[in-house]
């Protein structure tokens, strides 16, 4: 399965409303999740089955989509979302998104 | 928490084998998979280990240049490489992968084991 992350990166503003998009090659249902990673430390997993919530993620995270088209939204971004986001198919095995770097104005 | 080393240097044509140690959740009753992230380029998903019955599942991009086992005795799953090239140069993640009926997700990662290749 083909995943295609857009846009590649991203420049935007703390308040702003940030989002990134994962098309998949084949329809997966909701077996879609986001992870966010920063230099040097682990992937944390934000959204998982393409809509609910990790434990722990901020309420601003969001995610929505079924098929093969998907949405992440940050709704006020923050300082601390610098990194890269990645989707995540789980439908056939698992792939990665080419990941989607974001950078803070 | 999964808990993995922290770096390995080693030289093309050696072997290798990394670890990952599972605690504070039952070990046995989630996959581990492995997570590679190459300099400067994104993740990519190796395989897994079932470690309840050691059933593994491996990415054609990966098949047959490693292999995935565990030991249930002491709760830790291995990725090991037979002759490492430069290429394999990279971050290796394990993480727990969460299963149910409607979503299958890596919840917990361990903290990256980084392989360094060179003669």
């Known amino acids: 399965i083909q995943m295609t992350q857009s846009p590649s990166s991203l420049s935007a503003s703390v308040g702003d409303r940030v989002t990134i998009t994962c098309r998949t090659s084949q329809s997966i249902g909701n077996y879609l999740n986001w992870y966010h990673h920063k230099p040097g430390k682990a992937p944390k997993l934000l959204i998982y089955g393409t809509s609910n919530l990790q434990s722990g993620a901020p309420s601003r995270f969001s995610g929505s989509g079924s098929g093969t088209d998907f949405t992440l939204t940050i709704s006020s971004l923050q300082y601390e979302d610098f990194g890269t986001y990645y989707c995540q198919q789980s439908y056939s095995d698992s792939g990665f998104g080419q990941g989607t770097r974001l950078e803070i104005k | 928490q999964l808990v993995q080393p922290g770096v390995e240097v080693k030289k093309p044509g050696e072997s290798l084998k990394i670890s990952c140690q599972g605690s504070g959740y039952t070990f046995v009753n989630y996959w581990v998979d492995w997570v590679r992230q190459k300099p400067g380029k994104g993740l990519e998903w190796m395989g897994g280990i079932y470690p309840g019955d050691s059933v593994t599942s491996y990415s054609p991009s990966f098949q047959g240049q490693i292999s995935i086992s565990v030991d249930r005795s002491i709760s830790t799953a291995y990725l090991r490489w037979g002759a490492l090239k430069t290429s394999d140069t990279g971050i290796y993640y394990c993480?727990?992968?969460?299963?149910?009926?409607?979503?299958?997700?890596?919840?917990?990662w361990g903290q990256g084991t980084t392989v360094i290749v060179s003669s």
């Open positions: 993480v727990r992968h969460r299963s149910s009926q409607y979503y299958h997700a890596m919840d917990v």
